[in-house]
């Protein structure tokens, strides 16, 4: 390991014309990513919403080798129309009905704009007190909009499954006795075992965040759900008391509001009783189906919420707020800091601040933490709450309306209750009987639909019987669009049926 | 729990006009944010750099109440001027030299508009397949600039806190007879304690690893350094010898290239000798100082590197790039897809695609994944290799210079070497010789820089004595902000002397 000696450098030589692009070369360029931008959002319906590449065609039209010299913005951005663009897939698009769809929105990219330029890192209050300090009246505004209680703790994390990681540590905290945070876990012959609760349907993040805290994925006991794929919470008491007597200690359950399989909801109440009983941390994840409380004929979902210790929800999902938008609400922060705080020298200040304001760098992993609350204060004022609500209805209206079509064809069989804007069904040829045979037949229209472009619809499986999913979420997608989708399902259930 | 029956809702109803801001209403305001940006990055010397405002002032004038009606965003954005703006610390202005500068660029901010408008989640290669494969060619382009053998591994991640989580999640799972993913650790009696191991000046991501993960944070060993605060391999070797002899296991060593406090950089090459023989994970830790390695003149601060299991880099603090954009390089992948792949059924794909492109969530704890690529690839090809190594060059010019000037005045002390371009230094006025005195001298000058708005330092301690940080690696800083500066600290220096 050789280190150059400072001499090597010739300190009075004139320093070399640097620095960042030239404002008015950015402002050219910025213009043209606008008018991109606009006409991308005029013409969303023109892309084929599910990419048609094939793996690895991407990766071949591009240099295999880093370039060297500067290249310009122009060239770069025409590179992005014809070489990126045809690999997007359109999660923008109306079409886009897969898995949950995840709505931006003009005022979050703007939001977002003006945050990558500011570029700010909101880990310390002073590192930008406004980043901090919205953050944490967005957070509250969404809390009033979902009606719940104050005072109500909240931050943003970039996804619901860091959020949950985050919540299980905190509940693993919670242990005291157990001084888990100082000595660990392995090798401790005093340590009882330690397990969770959740149900068959939950979010594989439940599995990942155990995997991770080192509680271990069999030590997640998945309950199981009534009819309506909800978490029963007769089998999670008996379970619980199995446990006990058998020398575990449980600690942690997690209920969904709004499943991503069925968007089941699963009954917070009685298991908030079962939680005080036992003393464990309930933690909900409502990443999808808690925003539709913005709507307040919608509030009923989150009933038994405010006594749960915490609660995820993102707005990036049905919020329309571009991703990375996920907020973590709790009732106990004093037990995520207690997990998480760890202040180097570096970072302390030296002027101590008002401790009633967070570093918020203390509530999670990261350290570095983007300015993520200007995109969602821009789209919670732009649509306000009756803008929001408004559109959270007319997606549950438009999935109403595709059920009731659905309902009137003998051919479609629903699968699961539509409580938000999902619809699970599959076609059900009365001429079909066998189940592989109505997989396979499922499958091939769903891949039908996908390739056509104008669609993207994904499945899941409910009883080993393959479900096509339509979820509804979109901040573009129209009735006209729902209409359309009716008559490409019953096109291409002609063409399979005839196949 | 009352769930409305779908008959209250009217499915014949006119649909309100809903859907997203108009295209035309995004044109007018998003040049009107790219004026604003254009402006900003104009005049970014005007602006105090650390915020000025006191704790709560922000929140103070805005609305404690969620909005109802929806805002136009031309009082969004002029809310955005006077409230919010006062309350930013500007980590883009040239004076920002506190902590490690975290520099965008240009085609940083314009990548993100994109990425953002786009909304996609690249969780999936199907979910769009450019944004998996651009990812897979950036990062693989960035290898090649800092001189790394290929094949390597490579994808990005929010921060360099979560990437050592991953990190160090994989080195566990490496102990495969211990079924940790499995089981947990958790009153398992016949598991071994585990250790892992780093230096005194190592960042504190380490020890949250270690915490969030049941490590425990006794269990992360401290190493001592040598005199430039380099860990002791020497001393190193014995611990782990000890340590096995105790009946621990250890299974990681963290080392790191370019520390937090003073950039000093661990003596890689017998790391990965003592890592060898004893059978563990080799991580480096080079979020700031690897991207100097782009410098030819540079690539040897990643001596030994190619034969570490993971390695982190970090284009968003000293590359150009927008935060967030932390990339973890490994050899191992496979042991990272066992610590964290789990398909459920909602995200099989039934069209099953080419086995050698990878879906990105499977290697993490998000399963949401941003198109970060876009930005990195247009700041990689904008600059160039010879433009990125040029600024560094640059950089670290600056910082010598400013050292030759310290090193010429009797009354400031250099206090680590200068590796990078992070400078070092206390002052030490001939008359004061208690180090408690020389303490709150340095903190007071360092405040009243501060408090100035022109310049923003941090702090941190070496063996107990209060070192102030110069930290050089924004886009902006030239030699004109640094002579300048230089004459601040004379002129502080001289003040709070006479105080």
């Not at 950015?26 to 213009?31: A, C």
């Not at 880093?66 to 310009?72: D, F, I, Q, R, V």
């Not at 594989?204 to 199981?224: C, H, M, P």
């Not at 993102?314 to 996920?326: E, L, R």
Request: glycine share 6%; hydrophobic share 40%.
């Amino acid at each position: 390991m050789t280190i150059p000696s400072p001499s090597s450098f010739d300190a009075e030589h004139e320093p070399m014309s640097l620095g960042d692009m030239d404002p008015q070369e950015f402002r050219r360029y910025g213009y043209q990513a606008v008018d991109w931008i606009a006409d991308y959002l005029t013409n969303i319906r023109g892309y084929p919403v599910l990419s048609q590449v094939a793996p690895g065609e991407i990766q071949q039209l591009l240099p295999q080798t880093a370039p060297h010299a500067p290249e310009s913005m122009q060239d770069i951005l025409a590179d992005f129309d014809t070489i990126i663009m045809p690999g997007i897939t359109h999660w923008n698009a109306p079409g886009f009905l897969a898995y949950y769809s995840m709505s931006g929105s003009g005022p979050g990219i703007i939001g977002e704009m003006l945050s990558n330029a500011l570029n700010v890192n909101a880990m310390l209050w002073r590192t930008s007190p406004a980043a901090t300090e919205l953050e944490q009246v967005t957070v509250d505004w969404l809390r009033q909009m979902l009606g719940l209680p104050a005072p109500l703790f909240g931050f943003i994390n970039d996804t619901a499954s860091s959020g949950i990681l985050v919540a299980l540590a905190a509940a693993r905290e919670a242990q005291s006795d157990l001084a888990i945070h100082e000595q660990g876990m392995a090798g401790r012959t005093e340590l009882p075992r330690l397990c969770l609760y959740t149900s068959q349907e939950a979010h594989s993040s439940v599995d990942k965040a155990a995997i991770v805290l080192g509680i271990g994925q069999e030590n997640v006991r998945k309950i199981a759900t009534d009819d309506d794929l909800r978490l029963d919470p007769v089998i999670l008491e008996q379970t619980i008391q199995q446990d006990i007597a058998a020398g575990y200690r449980p600690f942690a359950v997690i209920a969904t509001i709004g499943t991503t399989s069925t968007s089941s909801i699963d009954p917070i109440p009685p298991l908030v009783t079962i939680c005080q009983k036992y003393n464990l941390w309930l933690h909900v994840d409502a990443s999808y189906g808690g925003a539709a409380a913005i709507d307040p004929e919608m509030r009923w979902v989150l009933a038994g919420c405010e006594q749960a210790d915490s609660l995820i929800i993102n707005p990036h999902k049905w919020v329309f707020t571009q991703a990375d938008c996920s907020i973590l609400y709790t009732r106990k922060p004093e037990l995520i800091k207690a997990a998480f705080s760890l202040v180097p020298e570096f970072l302390r200040s030296t002027d101590q601040h008002d401790e009633s304001i967070p570093n918020l760098m203390e509530y999670g992993i990261a350290l570095g933490r983007r300015f993520r609350a200007l995109k969602l204060w821009m789209v919670l004022r732009y649509f306000g709450q009756d803008g929001l609500a408004a559109r959270i209805r007319e997606h549950r209206r438009l999935a109403q309306l595709l059920r009731q079509w659905m309902a009137e064809d003998p051919e479609v069989e629903i699968m699961a209750p539509t409580l938000f804007s999902l619809v699970c069904f599959r076609l059900h040829p009365q001429n079909i009987d066998d189940e592989n045979t109505l997989n396979m037949f499922n499958e091939t229209f769903m891949n039908r639909i996908n390739a056509n472009g104008h669609f993207f619809l994904s499945h899941t499986k409910i009883d080993g019987k393959l479900t096509l999913r339509i979820a509804i979420g979109n901040i573009h997608t129209n009735e006209e669009d729902i209409q359309q989708l009716w008559g490409e399902i019953q096109r291409k259930k002609t063409e399979v049926k005839h196949w």
